[in-house]
């Protein structure tokens, strides 16, 4: 049974930091473009930052362009998020999914239906 299972999230406040992980169980995604998205409440789900197989190309939301940034350890088959100057607004739940290439066809859209419990950030004001 594939998992993706994501952790790192908490209570921080306006311009604090947080890194978040997401760790793949079940089967590998070395190979896989992976993803991290985030809902808030009343919201949909929203794309967040994507990176490629290698880690050599991420992508971005606009939203959170120059303030996070996307890494992975293929050696762990885990993906992190680090998190810079939080703003209330990226109060969401936090969740990670894959891609089937090695490179996002369409960022915003992951290919697989592996959605975890995510892990819930929160920025006080």
């Known amino acids: 049974q594939v998992q993706l299972v994501e952790s790192g999230g908490g209570l921080v406040q306006a311009g604090g930091s947080l890194r978040l992980s997401c760790a793949a169980s079940g089967r590998a995604f070395t190979s896989s473009a992976m993803g991290w998205f985030r809902q808030a409440p009343g919201k949909e789900r929203e794309f967040v930052a994507a990176i490629s197989w290698s880690g050599g190309t991420t992508y971005y939301a606009d939203s959170v362009k120059g303030r996070f940034t996307i890494s992975r350890d293929n050696a762990k088959d885990t993906v992190y998020l680090q998190m810079n100057s939080l703003k209330p607004e990226d109060t969401a739940v936090y969740y990670c999914?894959?891609?089937?290439?090695?490179?996002?066809?369409?960022?915003?859209?992951?290919?697989?239906?592996?959605w975890g419990q995510g892990t819930q950030v929160t920025v006080s004001s």
């Open positions: 999914n894959a891609y089937r290439r090695p490179f996002p066809a369409v960022p915003s859209t992951p290919d697989f239906d592996y």
